[in-house]
């Protein structure tokens, strides 16, 4: 299927987007998208025939336990919305704990990256055969940015995508500004990864923008695209003519300008590198149905440890825990902070009010509050916690501050702030849903 040169749906380009020349098609976030109430915007593109592709974020195909099959519905809703020919997610995990580990469930907020072993590969197998059975359209996954390495991997990203592929016949969305900050930060050669990779399988390919602080690159989608990204492209290209190529960007929106010329440089990277096949249609399952059974069985054995690992690694990156045996702490902090500071401007933007009222201290009253208390419920319920957090600590010295917090926070919660104890008692009871 081919897709053309497009680029990423989103509300604050909404009209920028509309009048770029030469545009094929767009990419949205499922889980910003309402079936219901689609934006006009996007409305209006797909009456001029330009595809619209769903990019999930939430379903952790990668993580210890089966996917949520309300989420599988939902994203399955979305695809029939917007009339979409395929659909997307990640090779990741995004929380881990719960029933599985006995443990109290974790969310990242975050892609984070799965270990590339057996165990994990049998686990997102099923997982993605799950997700398969659920969708309307053909699945493709991406390849994730990542800081941190698993210690004792057992294939390289290239061997674990073409298993991947091998066994289940899904599609893959390759980012190649992910290639490139693995590269950077875990030492990974992004050319040995193309060469491993069964490019025919190759649904679409991304391209975005990030920056190098303290010699670890952060996959930012806020920044233009560098150079070394795009000689990732020109490499994959000379190997394969992918059929769609899209541009992300996320934030720190630049004029309409710049995000016609980085358009424009794609287009020309494509050109000038050597030509190459067209891609063909993925392979299908590789496997007979008793094999599929045995690695079935095989799975079932494997989430409870790989459950296990990913709670410990969590655990470390957003409740403080220690860093387990073989990994980089140096780096599960910079990949903690990142977490962080990434929570804090989420909860920013769901509740704008909050940053406006408390102005400058905003930030570092939420990291302060983010250290022992992980994301849980969503950002919003996040936002509510927070502010009651202040409220109920007393350590809000501007009256007029204290004053527009409550009144808030009374608006979407509760006549009154509760008492320590009353805090104390939900910690308690979240503490037993966890387990």
């Known amino acids: 299927m081919e897709l053309g040169i497009g680029i990423g749906w989103r509300p604050e380009i909404a009209d920028t987007v509309e009048r770029l020349p030469g545009l094929d098609w767009v990419e949205v976030v499922a889980e910003n998208i309402c079936p219901g109430h689609l934006p006009p915007a996007l409305l209006r593109l797909r009456s001029r025939g330009i595809r619209v592709v769903p990019h999930g974020v939430s379903l952790g195909l990668g993580g210890a336990d089966r996917p949520s099959k309300q989420r599988l519905a939902d994203l399955a809703e979305r695809v029939e ?118 490019v025919e399988a190759i649904a679409y390919v991304h391209v975005a923008g990030g920056v190098e602080r303290d010699g670890i690159w952060h996959d930012t989608h806020a920044h233009p695209v560098t150079q070394p990204v795009l000689d990732v492209l020109s490499d994959l290209r000379a190997r394969v003519s992918p059929p769609g190529v899209l541009l992300e960007r996320d934030d720190d929106f630049p004029p309409a300008a710049e995000l016609e010329s980085e358009l424009a440089t794609i287009r020309a990277t494509l050109s000038a590198a050597p030509p190459a096949p067209s891609a063909m249609e993925a392979r299908g399952p590789g496997r007979s149905p008793d094999e599929r059974a045995a690695s079935k069985a095989h799975a079932d054995g494997a989430r409870e440890r790989l459950g296990l690992a990913q709670a410990a690694v969590l655990s470390a990156l957003v409740a403080g825990t220690p860093a387990p045996e073989g990994f980089d702490a140096r780096r599960l902090r910079a990949q903690s902070r990142a977490l962080a500071a990434k929570r804090a401007d989420i909860v920013g933007k769901v509740a704008p009010e909050l940053p406006e009222i408390l102005g400058a201290g905003y930030r570092p009253a939420f990291l302060a509050y983010a250290k022992s208390r992980p994301l849980h419920a969503g950002y919003r319920r996040d936002a509510l916690e927070f502010a009651e ?9 501007d009256g007029d501050a204290r004053r527009r917090l409550t009144l808030w926070w009374q608006e979407r919660a509760a006549a009154r702030p509760p008492r320590r104890a009353t805090r104390l008692v939900r910690a308690a009871r979240a503490a037993l849903v966890g387990r």
């Open 389 to 397: 957090h202040l409220l109920a600590a007393g350590r809000l010295e």
């Open 81 to 198: 919305a917007l009339g979409a020919p395929l659909v997307t997610e990640h090779i990741a995990f995004v929380r881990a704990g719960g029933e599985l580990t006995a443990s109290p469930a974790l969310e990242a907020g975050h892609l984070l990256p799965v270990p590339r072993t057996w165990d994990a590969l049998s686990v997102l197998c099923e997982n993605v055969r799950i997700a398969q059975d659920s969708l309307p359209v053909p699945l493709a996954l991406e390849n994730i940015a990542a800081m941190i390495s698993w210690p004792d991997e057992e294939l390289t990203e290239g061997q674990f995508l073409a298993e991947l592929v091998e066994r289940t016949g899904v599609r893959l969305l390759i980012d190649v500004a992910n290639l490139h900050t693995n590269h950077v930060n875990r030492g990974e050669d992004p050319s040995a990864a193309l060469d491993e990779l069964p």
